[in-house]
């Protein structure tokens, strides 16, 4: 949504049509200001959903913090817990690696490999890394751009292209720092994204 006006009239819009059909409905508003997880593209966010699944080191604490809170969310529709106890049952079922174990069964039954590793997932075979030319903080990264640069590159259709931020809001930046890296099967594409972000700003360090 462009702003939280907007997000809160969809919102009611939601609540009106689940109470119209007699369903529990728990509409919950959260930040659109960056990416959750650091990848934009589809293997690129499978490989960060695994890494959360594996309890790896590089994975997103802030994928994993929403899917947490999601979750608890709907522990709590169903009546299992309340509050910070079904919060506590959602990280059980992450840390205990139960999540994992049923995502394993949600590949096997779509005739996938159960076994599958994040870092095994194979990438766009050309990348290109964008360096940050000053140091500074990220201050705003444009989600629009992100957007039209991912698509450039050749997704959603092409599953191995896309997007890998290496830094988020907030986020110290020294000169000569990676801030993200490119992926696409086509350099021809890659050319496209960076002719795009010739009179565009993905981020803003200041």
């Known amino acids: 949504m462009p702003d939280m006006k907007t997000a809160r ?5 939601y609540e009106y049509v689940g109470k119209k059909l007699g369903m529990k409905v728990d509409v919950e508003l959260t930040s659109a200001l960056e990416p959750i997880g650091a990848g934009v593209g589809a293997v690129l966010q499978v490989r960060e959903v695994l890494r959360v699944l594996q309890q790896h080191a590089k994975r997103p604490m802030d994928l994993e913090t929403k899917a947490v809170f999601l979750a608890s969310k709907i522990i709590e529709l169903v009546g299992l817990a309340k509050g ?7 990280y059980g079922q ?7 174990t049923m995502m394993q069964k949600i590949i096997s039954a779509q005739k996938g490999d159960p076994t599958v590793l994040s870092e095994e997932l194979g990438l766009a075979k050309i990348q290109k890394d964008i360096i940050a030319e000053k140091s500074g903080k990220v201050k705003y990264i444009d989600m629009k751009v992100v957007n039209v640069v991912a698509r450039t590159l050749g997704s959603p259709l092409d599953l191995q292209a896309g997007l ?3 830094k988020k809001l907030g986020d110290t930046v020294k000169k ?3 801030i993200y890296t490119m992926y696409a099967n086509d350099q021809g594409k890659i050319s496209l994204a960076k002719e795009f972000l010739d009179d565009k700003k993905m981020y803003e360090i200041a």
């Open 94 to 100: 992450l840390i205990s690696g139960k999540a994992r």
């Open 84 to 90: 910070k106890d079904a919060e506590k049952l959602a």
């Open 9 to 13: 009239i969809l919102k009611k819009k």
């Open 164 to 166: 890998y931020l290496h």
């Open 176 to 178: 000569g720092d990676i």
